[in-house]
């Protein structure tokens, strides 16, 4: 007797998925711009984009890749663009953005507690949101 497997869960998805390899030159084009920044604390770095109500994607993932250190106490990595290789760092960005695109909470929650101390995940899902929530209408390119 053959075995039978259930039928795919079908999750409701955005119009737009997150792209990885699109979504993810983007932001490491961002990380490397992010470096030179001068450092600030979590408030600071929310705060500047919550003053400009017309922020675009890349003032959105300038701050999250700013915050990122600050929130997991330690560097984040990310290649240069057009490296073949994908860094653990980089993967759960992706992972988390595509969590926040499909809508799917629980799988957001999961991300962000994994890695995230419980008083920096709201900065960071706002962040990541507002990032997330830009990727519709941005013009991303490959390298």
């Known amino acids: 007797m053959p075995l039978s497997l259930p039928a795919p869960c079908r999750e409701p998805r955005s119009e737009t998925p997150v792209t990885p390899c699109r979504c993810l ?3 490491r084009r961002i990380a490397m711009t992010s470096r030179m920044a001068p450092r600030r604390n979590a408030e600071a770095i929310c705060a500047l984009v919550d003053a400009d109500k017309n922020c675009g994607l890349d003032a959105y993932g300038s701050a ?3 915050l990122l250190p600050i929130a997991l106490g ?3 990595v990310f290649h240069r663009p057009g490296s073949p290789e994908i860094t653990f760092d980089e993967s759960w960005v992706i992972s988390l ?3 926040i695109k499909r809508g799917d909470a629980d799988s957001t929650l999961f991300a962000l507690s994994s890695r995230i101390s419980r008083p920096m995940r709201g900065q960071v899902r706002y962040l990541a949101r507002g990032f997330a929530d830009r990727l519709d209408t941005a013009e991303l390119e490959l390298f």
């Open 74 to 76: 330690r560097r984040v």
């Open 25 to 27: 030159a983007r932001l």
């Open 64 to 66: 999250l890749l700013r």
């Open 97 to 99: 953005l595509t969590s």
